[in-house]
């Protein structure tokens, strides 16, 4: 078990492009997560997906915001028309949807996201 | 979005001695949960705590779950160079997984 791995770590893109971060989960975890935090801040909720089905999204996705998790393994996060306040690092996490595990999340090393 | 107290926020302590820090909420949660994060790396779970009341160890981390279940508190003892680092409080009402994180706590340690 390799962990939850994300990539890129890193990505800068101009004001207006789109950018897309991939998350592998870990691959007995059936949830899956992104979280967004941005400097001096914790992590905030922005969706989460139960195998393939995204179950709830948090106001903080916008509409240039779009997660998929096809097959109910890897998950994309795009934005779309990037801009500034996008700039932040972008988590993934995975955990088991059942039992005590449930909110015990196992998180990515994070894609940090820069907009210039 | 909304977020839970945590504090300090900062603290700077010789080598060796004892850290405390605690979090606060203004509704219940169902579990508590600590993490710690390294400068360009993700959260990495420490301790994780379901019952109001319950106390936790991990090595030299003890951690526990508040009677009203509003509040909880790590506890680091002997503190050690590679303590250093951003910890963060977690909790939820709910078992989706949809965590609230507190601003965290910056610790450094002075060797």
């Known amino acids: 078990d390799t962990g939850v791995s994300q990539d890129p770590r890193h990505k800068i893109t101009k004001r207006g492009q789109n950018v897309t971060f991939r998350c592998d989960p870990i691959?007995?975890?059936?949830?899956l997560y992104w979280y967004r935090q941005t400097l001096g801040q914790g992590p905030e909720f922005l969706t989460y997906?139960?195998?393939?089905?995204?179950?709830?999204k948090s106001r903080l996705l916008s509409d240039r915001f779009s997660a998929e998790r096809p097959k109910g393994s890897f998950s994309t996060l795009e934005i779309q028309r990037t801009e500034q306040g996008d700039s932040a690092m972008y988590l993934c996490?995975?955990?088991?949807?059942?039992?005590?595990?449930?909110?015990?999340?196992?998180f990515g090393a994070g894609s940090r996201l820069t907009v210039l | 979005g909304q977020q839970l107290n945590q504090s300090p926020q900062s603290m700077f302590i010789q080598e060796g001695e004892d850290v405390s820090m605690n979090c606060t909420s203004s509704?219940?949660?169902?579990?508590w949960l600590w993490y710690k994060q390294d400068p360009g790396e993700g959260p990495v779970l420490l301790i994780a705590?379901?019952?109001?009341?319950e106390l936790t160890s991990n090595g030299r981390l003890t951690a526990q779950f508040g009677i009203t279940r509003k509040d909880s508190f790590l506890n680091i003892s002997a503190s050690i160079p590679s303590d250093v680092g951003i910890y963060f409080c977690?909790?939820?009402?709910?078992?989706?997984?949809?965590?609230?994180f507190g601003q965290g706590t910056t610790l450094q340690v002075k060797p």
């Open positions: 509704s219940i949660f169902n579990t």
């Open positions: 977690a909790g939820t009402s709910s078992n989706t997984g949809k965590l609230i």
């Open positions: 705590l379901y019952k109001a009341g």
């Open positions: 691959s007995e975890h059936n949830r």
């Open positions: 996490a995975s955990s088991l949807g059942t039992g005590p595990g449930a909110n015990v999340l196992t």
């Open positions: 997906f139960q195998n393939e089905a995204q179950l709830e």
